[in-house]
């Protein structure tokens, strides 16, 4: 079990090649390597809360709101 954030989850999802999963709570957003569930970044300047996130079909770019 994985338990790196102690704040609700507001979005997961997997990447378009299954390689990557991101991971949205309040203000942050959290970037697993599946194979091991590495935890490869957190990302923590975004300005209000991670509601969504869209991965690039090749899997290389992520996009949230």
């Known amino acids: ?3 790196d954030r102690k704040n ?3 979005d997961i999802k997997f990447s378009p090649n299954g ?3 991101a991971v949205a ?3 942050s957003l959290d970037i697993y390597k ?3 569930w590495k935890r490869l970044a957190v990302i ?3 300005s209000g809360q991670v ?3 869209d991965w690039s079909l090749d899997s290389t770019m992520i996009q949230t709101n």
């Open 1 to 3: 079990m994985i338990s």
């Open 19 to 21: 390689s990557l999963l």
């Open 8 to 10: 609700c989850i507001n």
């Open 51 to 53: 509601t969504h996130i």
């Open 34 to 36: 599946v194979e091991g």
């Open 25 to 27: 709570d309040d203000v």
């Open 44 to 46: 923590k300047k975004h």
